[in-house]
């Protein structure tokens, strides 16, 4: 499955964004998947992760009450909706899918088979 990340942008503190993740290749509701998020000099960090048919959810703490992910199969979409961002929310965002919902491997983040190109968020003080 290809997956291509898109939606980022720079915006203020306290603002919204809305990412998007399209798939494309194999059935996108065989997948579980996630958004992951890396800022430069840190580690890779879990977002948050999204059953197959969108039962399940579920958040790291820092994204805990402030963004929300859903999914619509029909589009082979996955969506991250981000509210009351912070500075240190300024990543490259990365939407994965995989087999497995919440594959965390020995970092405790997530893990995915599959994964696209990321889109820069950046949150301005």
């Known amino acids: 499955v290809q997956l291509q990340a898109s939606g980022g942008g720079l915006v203020q503190a306290g603002g919204s964004l809305r990412l998007s993740c399209a798939a494309s290749?194999?059935?996108?509701?065989?997948?579980?998947t996630g958004w992951f998020r890396q800022a430069p000099g840190k580690e890779r960090e879990s977002v948050a992760a999204?059953?197959?048919?969108?039962?399940?959810?579920h958040y790291a703490d820092s994204a805990k009450g402030r963004f929300t992910i859903s999914r619509d199969d029909a589009k082979n979409t996955v969506y991250l909706l981000m509210n009351s961002l912070k500075p240190e929310d300024t990543a490259v965002y990365y939407c994965?899918?995989?087999?497995?919902?919440?594959?965390?491997?020995?970092?405790?983040?997530?893990?995915?088979?599959?994964w696209g190109q990321g889109t820069q968020v950046t949150v301005s003080s």
């Open positions: 994965g899918a995989d087999h497995q919902f919440l594959r965390v491997g020995v970092s405790g983040e997530y893990e995915f088979d599959y």
């Open positions: 290749g194999r059935r996108f509701s065989d997948y579980a």
């Open positions: 999204i059953s197959w048919i969108g039962g399940d959810t």
